[in-house]
């Protein structure tokens, strides 16, 4: 009941456009039947192709989550310790912001050719796409870090490791999760671009794939998983981010 009270107006949206889907489909005829079947074709596709979309969600997840979690601690390390350190950031600084805007699909020869696998040109591709939000908030969020804070942690006997553990990354955590989120909702366009090439499954497959033979029953009922899958994952960050960061929360 406590979900339902929750998401009752999302809920509520989403029931309003299923229904004005279909009337504008099945019901009145005004959309293209081929490029938009009625939600009865979608449903049994769904339910024909069930398999194959486990399949695919194993599949994506397999390669999205080892690459974001190595993009997470290569990012958080990294971040932490080039925004501590001045030289660093000075120096590293505008290579960074030189290197961070160039498209992770332009690495996609590269990684092809120097990746033993497909499967690692895929990961690395999703790595490298994940790791510049990360590194750069983190980055932020230390060198945003108020001094007087810094300052107190010293007197009280912390430094080295200790003070960037106890007091340098809490403190920088509100701009990690930041660049953590927007990593973690641009890994799922970097997932579809690495199941174009190589990957033999995945639910970026599974629509590309159907989409060729013009089977958009089948196209739409990857989106709709696709969706969900993603819904689900934003929803579990969003529980972890409230409970690492709850001091920041609202009431």
């Not at 033993?116 to 895929?122: G, I, K, M, R």
């Not at 300052?151 to 960037?164: E, I, P, V």
């Not at 953590?180 to 639910?203: D, P, Q």
Request: charged share 10%; proline share 6%; with cysteine.
């Amino acid at each position: 009941m406590e979900f339902l009270k929750k998401y009752r107006y999302v809920l509520m949206i989403i029931s309003i456009t299923a229904l004005l889907y279909e009337v504008v489909t099945d019901g009145l005829r005004i959309a293209d039947p081929t490029l938009f079947p009625g939600l009865p074709k979608i449903a049994l596709a769904l339910y024909a192709s069930k398999y194959l979309l486990l399949q695919g969600i194993i599949s994506s997840l397999g390669l999205l989550v080892p690459s974001y979690l190595l993009a997470l601690v290569v990012g958080i390390t990294c971040g932490i310790i080039i925004g501590w350190y001045k030289p660093l950031r000075e120096n590293l600084g505008p290579l960074f912001n030189g290197l961070s805007p160039i498209p992770p699909n332009l690495y996609t020869p590269y990684a092809i050719a120097l990746m033993p696998t497909f499967y690692l040109s895929s990961t690395t591709i999703i790595f490298i796409g994940c790791l510049w939000p990360i590194l750069m908030h983190t980055i932020q969020g230390v060198v945003l870090i108020e001094e007087k804070y810094i300052d107190n942690a010293r007197t009280l006997g912390l430094k080295g490791f200790k003070l960037l553990h106890k007091v340098v990354l809490p403190a920088a955590l509100p701009m990690i999760f930041s660049g953590a989120g927007t990593s973690l909702i641009f890994s799922f366009i970097l997932l579809t671009v690495a199941e174009m090439f190589g990957v033999k499954s995945g639910l970026g497959f599974f629509v590309l794939y159907y989409a060729d033979f013009f089977d958009y029953p089948r196209v739409l009922a990857g989106m709709f998983v696709m969706s969900t899958l993603i819904m689900c994952i934003l929803w579990l960050f969003g529980v972890v981010e409230r409970r690492m960061l709850f001091w920041t929360i609202k009431r």
